[in-house]
């Protein structure tokens, strides 16, 4: 019993915090005030850094976002290996 009201106040918790978020947004208007980022320097500047645009985009600060996706690919493919190839790397009798 007591797990399922752990989970009950970690979600309320949770939904506060979205809440808080948004209303304090709401109020002092903070989207007006965050700049759009640094991709547009990039696009004017990018050129001047690297070769081409391909390149600056991997290289750059998005470069950890590639290093997940391709962890995630990779371990993608090792689960699927580990369940469909179960009998493959056992012996065979």
Known sequence: MSSDSTIRNLIA??????FSVTLFDAV???SNIINPGV??????????????????????FRAYDTLGESIIL???GLVVL???GKGLLGDKQ
Do not use: C, E, K, R
Not at 13 to 18: L, R
């Open 74 to 76: 990779l371990t993608a």
């Open 39 to 60: 991709s547009n320097i990039y696009n004017a500047l990018g050129t001047q850094i690297a070769p081409n645009l391909v390149t600056v985009v991997i290289f750059d």
């Open 13 to 18: 918790a949770v939904m506060a915090a979205i």
């Open 28 to 30: 002092f208007h903070l």
């Open 82 to 84: 580990l369940i469909f």
